[in-house]
């Protein structure tokens, strides 16, 4: 329903120039996939924005106008002030809800609009040169055909996941619950609450510890669909606005932001790429309109290691070298230790031994400093377990199979019994490289302990590791230890396949 009269935007039209709008929106796509975002931008949109009807662009697409035009203020783009347009109910004309969950899902909870899928652009940060014509215009953005991201439905707010009420934002109380688990033991709740201040923000720490905790014990997979109901609580918090001390305000900022990371993490641990891409971009935009350090450095992190499971290994090399840079200045060797480990993987992605080598190295050198008071509460996993089990996925990606089976044999024996998911997955890499190794009856034993911890553990990453083992190990099936494996591997991945629970 139209709040007021649309003001045509002429300061964007005139940066369209002489383009048509079809060709102008070629141009933001573009721009979009150079920062890693993903926008559906059409002439139809650009009318949209024209016409005043769209009086503030969501906040990927101010991110892309803002990489386009670089020195501007979205003022200077036409833009009404964010403050004064809050909420989609005070645009001229709302954006149509998705009708549907992620891959049919109907139990996975709808964001407020449509996520981003298709192929995807490095989450980089870009050096940009403006065009000589205008001093807002790259010289790259020039006109041309485009048809990569047509049918790819706009990307929602990512900083505004919000539950609009009669043009008042509601917080709503969010509680957080995993199948196959104690209800007793995962519960999280978010109050009821408009006014933002220490009850808010302990309420959205405590979900992130909740959901690190639940991971760590069942894995991803029948948590990931609960997760988002609190991150939605948490932005929209945000949202809300705060008149609480600055102290407590950057901690609401740092607190979704890991929020976002953590219901990323469960989406890419679960196999949805695309949703975690789109979680971690959230997370990392946070950072940056708080000027958070640590969080865009773990935001880089997570990043390169989804952007290495995806087979994107040049990205997964720049965000871990974009994340060292920003993690420079908070005192945490260990973190240092972890982002070099990440641009390690990425390098053994791109076959680059020397690189990845050299990566490894300084990893151990800076592991090897020790904790200080400034590593981060997030990377209690990372302890010399997980630098083994992350080297030996380098040497596996490389296809040293004996050096990484090596390495994955003192990961399980390093491992802390209590982190389960954990255990499972480093077992599952141990079996892979054993049966590329030639070491079939080893692989087979290790295979077993995998499924072991399957009746307790949910994480479809997991699964396809030790899928991918059990298909190296099926021309060895005549062998009495392979064969059994292969069987109960079998069984079990049936059952799980034809169980209401199974991801």
Not at 212 to 229: E, P
Not at 471 to 479: F, K
Request: overall charge neutral.
């Amino acid at each position: 329903m139209a709040s007021t009269a649309a003001v045509p935007n002429l300061a964007f039209r005139q940066l369209r120039g002489q383009r048509s709008a079809g060709e102008f929106a070629a141009v933001v796509r573009r721009a979009a996939r150079e920062i890693g975002e993903q926008v559906a931008c059409d002439a139809r949109y650009i009318g949209r924005v024209e016409s005043g009807e769209i009086r503030c662009p969501n906040y990927a697409y101010e991110r892309v106008f803002l990489h386009m035009f670089p020195g501007a203020s979205l003022a200077d783009l036409g833009f009404s002030a964010r403050e004064s347009v809050r909420g989609r109910g005070a645009r001229v004309v709302s954006e149509p809800p998705p009708v549907h969950g992620r891959r049919g899902d109907a139990a996975a909870p709808a964001p407020a609009a449509a996520s981003p899928s298709g192929p995807h652009a490095p989450l980089l940060p870009h050096d940009s040169h403006p065009h000589h014509d205008h001093p807002f215009l790259h010289r790259d953005h020039l006109p041309h055909r485009d048809t990569e991201t047509d049918d790819i439905p706009e990307e929602s707010d990512v900083l505004r996941r919000v539950f609009m009420t009669s043009g008042t934002t509601t917080v709503a109380a969010a509680s957080l619950g995993l199948g196959g688990a104690p209800a007793s033991a995962a519960q999280v709740s978010l109050p009821a609450q408009r006014r933002v201040g220490e009850a808010e923000v302990n309420a959205v720490e405590k979900a992130v510890r909740q959901i690190r905790l639940l991971d760590d014990r069942h894995g991803a997979d029948g948590l990931y669909r609960r997760a988002a109901q609190p991150l939605r609580a948490a932005y929209e918090l945000l949202d809300a606005g705060t008149t609480a001390r600055r102290a407590t305000s950057d901690r609401l900022y740092a607190g979704a932001g890991e929020l976002a990371i953590s219901v990323g993490w469960l989406a890419h641990d679960s196999g949805r790429f695309d949703d975690a891409r789109s979680h971690y971009a959230e997370a990392l935009a946070t950072a940056r309109l708080a000027g958070d350090a640590g969080l865009e450095a773990h935001a880089f992190c997570n990043t390169s290691f989804l952007a290495r499971d995806a087979g994107r290994p040049r990205e997964a090399v720049r965000a871990a070298e974009a994340g060292q840079r920003a993690a420079r200045t908070l005192g945490s060797p260990r973190l240092l230790a972890l982002l070099a480990l990440r641009e390690a993987g990425g390098r053994a992605g791109l076959g680059d031994r020397t690189g990845c080598d050299r990566a490894i190295g300084r990893a151990r050198a800076a592991f090897d400093r020790g904790t200080a008071a400034g590593d981060p509460e997030w990377m209690s996993f990372f302890r010399e377990a997980e630098l083994e089990l992350l080297e030996a996925q380098c040497w596996s990606a490389l296809g040293d199979w004996s050096r990484a089976a090596r390495h994955g044999l003192r990961a399980t024996a390093l491992q802390d019994a209590h982190f389960t998911r954990n255990l499972a997955l480093y077992r599952a890499q141990l079996t892979g490289d054993l049966a590329r190794a030639g070491r079939a009856d080893e692989a087979a034993a290790t295979g077993h302990q995998v499924l072991d911890l399957l009746t307790r553990v949910q994480s479809s990453r997991i699964r396809g590791m030790l899928a991918g083992a059990a298909r190296v190990l099926e021309p060895r099936a005549g062998a009495a230890p392979v064969g059994a494996f292969l069987t109960r591997h079998q069984e079990t991945f049936r059952g799980a396949e034809s169980s209401p629970s199974g991801a």
